[in-house]
């Protein structure tokens, strides 16, 4: 096999991980750190993305020249707008439902029905798509042969920046703390004086501003529908069950692990029998370490 | 909880009288309606047992579903197009009949193979799963991971599968045509006597000391461990008779509807026959049967009269049962009667 082979190879797989990544890192919090399953995650994506597109259409009506730059305002407000949406959906639904996990798992099954009628009655069953910046659209050539298209150079900085900045914010500052404190004792943080409720509040906007952020990187490089969030709500899972709850570098890990597998077994294989051999494979590999890859060894 | 039980055999004949109402007061057309969602119904009743008595949620049932609609449908089309091969194996190019499909050649084969297969197959990975005391929400993901393989392996495997299209054109049950409106009405016949046998059967097991068992799992499994149960046996047969009802529906499927695709595997249609059951009650058997029936001919409704609001309609029902009626409908029926 040829170097540039290998080296596109490589980069695909790196390029696939950082979308698996984006999409589940949200959930890893929701559902990793706080246990609340949001099958309407995929809907939150699927929010960003259509923000995404309402921000490039006002850009493109009210202010045109800046549309080069349209991006960095989508992203953070994608991200603002589905996490106030999130932050909301907590206040209102989910928190009705904490210590409840199956149901929970079907009424937000439920919510995310609605959302998607919702999504078709407001924007229309069929795709949208945003332009993508001249900036974005090409690629680079580092070496003769290699050509790395700059959408995705541009997602896997993304994801870089956002994985580091969420790391940070968890572990180096106070709230992060509270979190983190939250999550290993709810009645000693309460004792302590940590207001659970205000914090289950806030981590659920974070973990829905994170899908905002992966809804927004959709939309450079597919087209969004109302189902589109459907499509990767079990994908996601899968990488954050995979990884381990409570881990977010296990969800990290095996973003990578499944990103690498699929991208190397589609170069022998069709893509849809990639993908069944990697959920075999996934299935299996839970079966022998039912807490995930990378679980922390702890009692419970 | 007692009275629940207790109010079964009455269900039961409820249901009966319902089924035996409906085929002497709707059309062909509507019956069969009424037909196509009796075949989740058996769905349901298996979600009933494994839910509502085991506490396993399983979102995967769509999985056996499949599998007994497969096999069915298989035999059909291989009645249907005979002596040539199926015509979606001729368009992939498919030379030769794939070896899996052989046995479906004969027709008691293929009702052996709809028993046993999902059975055997649900009970030897639920049994290796609840063995290792995984359960709830990774048992549903799982589940759920599941059906998405199923999905996805038969929409890549066309030539073998018939892809995303599924299974379809057939109108002949050993030479005995399907679709008139005669022998709609005989198939419904089998087919609702076949329900209520099967509610009959998982109200016995209920009642039985091995329901009593099941309970006393699903509300402290390691207590009735520590007493001596091999409870991953229990949880894994109770799961295998899921499976095994959610075949024999499937089947019924292929049968009255004509067709039988990856759709009806997948992930939505396999977290919607959850519905089913929730609506009517997860602890009641007859109110399985009654929320499959309802729910689904509110769909057929819905999304003919009003398509727009189907899926808002089955988001609330989702969220009301949960939040406000977690015994559905035989709950609200039960409380009812107590209070009057």
């Known amino acids: 096999m040829s170097t540039e082979i290998v080296v ?18 949200g959930l890893a919090i929701v559902f990793g750190l706080m246990g609340v399953i949001n099958m309407a995650h995929g809907e939150l994506m699927a929010l960003g993305a259509y923000v995404t597109y309402l921000t490039a259409g006002a850009f493109s009506h009210y202010a045109p020249q800046w549309m080069d730059v349209y991006l960095f305002v989508a992203i953070p407000v994608a991200f603002v707008a589905t996490g106030a949406f999130g932050w909301l959906l907590e206040r209102g639904f989910v928190r009705h439902f904490y210590n409840r996990p199956l149901d929970t ?3 937000t099954w439920g919510l995310s029905l609605i959302f998607q009628q919702t999504y078709r009655s407001v924007f229309g069953p069929q795709e949208v798509s945003v332009p993508l910046p001249a900036w974005l ?7 003769v042969g290699i050509q790395l298209p700059l959408n995705r150079l541009f997602i896997i900085g993304l994801t870089a920046v956002v994985t580091v900045g969420v790391v940070l914010l968890l572990t180096r500052t106070r709230w992060g703390l509270r979190v983190r404190a939250v999550t290993q004792n ?8 940590i207001d659970t409720n205000r914090i289950d509040a806030m981590t659920f906007a974070l973990g829905a501003g994170l899908a905002g952020i992966a809804g927004c990187v959709f939309t450079m490089i597919g087209s969004t529908n109302p189902g589109t969030g459907q499509l990767y709500i079990v994908d996601a899972f899968i990488v954050v069950v995979f990884g381990g709850v409570q881990s977010l570098i296990g969800t990290a890990l095996s973003g990578l692990a499944i990103a690498q597998s699929q ?6 294989m069709s893509g849809s029998m990639a993908r069944v051999t990697i ?6 590999v839970l079966y022998f370490r039912p807490n995930g890859l990378f679980a922390r060894k702890a009692r419970s | 909880m007692k009275e629940l039980i207790r109010r079964g055999s009455g269900e039961i004949i409820f249901v009966a009288a319902l089924l035996a109402a409906l085929a002497l007061v709707l059309d062909p057309f509507r019956l069969s309606t009424v037909a196509k969602y009796m075949s989740f119904a058996f769905v349901a009743i298996g979600i009933v047992l494994m839910w509502g008595y085991g506490g396993v949620l399983s979102l995967g049932q769509g999985i056996f579903f499949g599998m007994g609609g497969y096999m069915m449908a298989m035999f059909l089309k291989l009645e249907a197009s005979a002596p040539e091969l199926p015509d979606f194996m001729m368009w992939s190019s498919v030379e030769t009949l794939p070896t899996w499909w052989q046995p479906f050649h004969h027709l008691g084969w293929t009702l052996l193979l709809i028993l046993v297969v999902p059975s055997v197959v649900a009970y030897l990975f639920s049994y290796a799963v609840f063995r290792k005391r995984v359960g709830g929400v990774y048992f549903a993901i799982v589940t759920l991971a599941l059906a998405l393989t199923l999905t996805v392996l038969i929409i890549g495997q066309q030539g073998d599968t018939g892809g995303a299209n599924g299974i379809t054109d057939f109108r002949t049950l050993l030479g005995w045509d399907i679709v008139g409106d005669q022998s709609k009405l005989v198939l419904y016949a089998v087919h609702a006597v076949l329900l209520v046998v099967a509610m009959a059967v998982c109200r016995a097991i209920l009642h039985s000391r ?12 390691d207590r009735v461990r520590f007493s001596g149960y091999n409870t991953a046996h229990i949880k894994a047969f109770v799961f295998a008779v899921s499976a095994l009802l959610s075949s024999i529906g499937g089947a019924f499927y292929a049968l009255q509807v004509g067709m039988i695709s990856p759709d009806t595997i997948g992930v939505v249609t396999s977290i919607e026959m959850v519905i089913y059951a929730a609506v009517g009650g997860r602890l009641s058997v007859g109110g399985a049967v009654i929320g499959a029936l309802l729910v689904g001919l509110m769909k057929s409704y819905l999304s003919e009269a009003f398509p727009e609001v189907w899926l808002y309609f089955l988001g609330a029902l989702f969220i009301l049962v949960v939040a406000f009626m977690p015994h559905g409908l035989a709950g609200v029926a039960s409380r009812l009667r107590v209070s009057r």
Request: proline share 3%.
């Open chain 1, 137 to 143: 659209s090409g690629a680079w050539e580092p070496f």
């Open chain 1, 105 to 107: 798992l079907l009424a």
């Open chain 1, 186 to 193: 709810r009645p000693m943080s309460a004792a302590v004086g």
């Open chain 1, 8 to 25: 596109m190879q490589v980069f695909n797989g790196v390029s696939l991980f950082t979308i698996l990544l984006l999409m589940s890192i």
């Open chain 1, 279 to 284: 959920l075999v494979l996934v299935i299996v």
């Open chain 1, 263 to 268: 991208t190397t077994l589609e170069s022998v």
């Open chain 2, 210 to 221: 091995f329901g009593k068992v099941l309970i006393a799992i699903r509300d402290r499994e």
